[in-house]
């Protein structure tokens, strides 16, 4: 693992854009694995400054998204499709038919799951961005005895909700379920980057890097991809010795 440790946010941030911008000039039809929640707002805002500074088209990029709640609909501001909208797509010239979410309002969950794991099947990303929750989940796909490799519908774990419920007005409002990709999908990407952030990560991200490799940590499995960057900032570094 490539593990690469910023004294800010900031700087971090810059990194990880420039790093996505130089992979899409070598490869202008990249397929894109992309994440939510907060570790990644600051870098698509520096995406969105290099775009808009010529420095970088997604004219030809396809972009995969992890995960989406289950029952909210795109425009819903707490959809994973809003967010991406508003922290990214609206902003670049990327063509509306190269964005793929699982669709939350799907009426047969099983039949959405095999939409898109058909479509994740098409083209492996070049790279698949990820966070980290603090229970070592990647995507939603929560510790448990087994995990499963493609596209489901996960029950969300009390404290993911609780850590995803200062996005909502309410805990009641935090949706039980989510779609996700399986971590079989995540491992195909050609490369992974790891993006973590802030103290309170520090445990789960040594845990993940240097423990043991167990479905209790989904992000353990890491380990096993010959090729992950882990960015992190120096608090949630602050562990690694
Ligand atoms: O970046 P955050 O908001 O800490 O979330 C970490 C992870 O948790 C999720 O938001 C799901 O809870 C993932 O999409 C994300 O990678």
């Given at each position: 693992m490539?593990i690469?440790i910023?004294?800010?946010?900031e700087?971090?941030?810059?990194?990880?854009?420039?790093?996505f911008?130089?992979?899409?000039?070598?490869?202008?039809g990249?397929v894109l694995?992309?994440?939510?929640?907060s570790?990644?707002?600051?870098?698509y805002a520096?995406?969105?400054?290099?775009?808009?500074?010529?420095?970088?088209?997604?004219?030809?990029?396809?972009?995969?998204?992890?995960?989406?709640?289950v029952?909210?609909t795109?425009d819903?501001?707490?959809?994973y499709?809003?967010?991406m909208?508003?922290?990214l797509f609206s902003?670049?010239?990327?063509?509306?038919g190269?964005?793929?979410?699982?669709?939350?309002?799907?009426?047969d969950?099983?039949?959405?799951?095999?939409?898109?794991?058909?479509?994740?099947?098409e083209?492996?990303?070049?790279?698949?961005?990820?966070?980290l929750?603090?229970?070592?989940?990647?995507?939603?796909?929560?510790?448990?005895?087994?995990?499963?490799s493609?596209?489901?519908?996960?029950?969300?774990?009390?404290?993911?909700?609780?850590?995803?419920?200062?996005f909502?007005?309410?805990l009641d409002?935090?949706?039980?379920a989510?779609?996700?990709?399986g971590?079989?999908?995540?491992?195909k990407?050609?490369?992974?980057?790891?993006?973590?952030?802030?103290?309170?990560?520090?445990?789960?991200?040594?845990?993940?890097?240097?423990?043991?490799?167990?479905?209790?940590v989904?992000?353990?499995?890491?380990?096993?991809?010959p090729n992950v960057?882990?960015?992190?900032?120096?608090?949630a570094?602050?562990l690694l010795s």
């Amino acid at each position: 693992m490539d593990i690469r440790i910023f004294e800010s946010a900031e700087k971090l941030d810059l990194h990880a854009a420039e790093w996505f911008s130089e992979l899409i000039n070598q490869k202008p039809g990249a397929v894109l694995g992309l994440a939510t929640g907060s570790t990644p707002i600051g870098i698509y805002a520096k995406l969105v400054e290099q775009h808009r500074s010529g420095k970088v088209s997604f004219a030809e990029v396809t972009t995969y998204n992890l995960d989406e709640y289950v029952g909210l609909t795109p425009d819903n501001d707490q959809s994973y499709a809003y967010y991406m909208n508003q922290h990214l797509f609206s902003h670049v010239d990327i063509p509306p038919g190269n964005v793929h979410l699982p669709d939350g309002m799907a009426l047969d969950p099983a039949a959405e799951c095999a939409r898109y794991d058909a479509l994740l099947a098409e083209h492996a990303a070049d790279v698949q961005l990820l966070g980290l929750g603090h229970n070592g989940h990647i995507g939603f796909n929560e510790p448990d005895e087994q995990l499963s490799s493609g596209t489901h519908v996960v029950a969300l774990k009390e404290e993911t909700r609780q850590a995803n419920a200062r996005f909502f007005s309410s805990l009641d409002e935090v949706p039980k379920a989510a779609y996700t990709m399986g971590v079989g999908s995540i491992l195909k990407a050609k490369q992974i980057l790891l993006v973590v952030r802030g103290s309170d990560k520090a445990g789960i991200v040594k845990e993940a890097l240097t423990g043991p490799v167990t479905t209790q940590v989904p992000a353990s499995l890491l380990q096993l991809h010959p090729n992950v960057i882990v960015l992190l900032d120096q608090e949630a570094g602050r562990l690694l010795s």
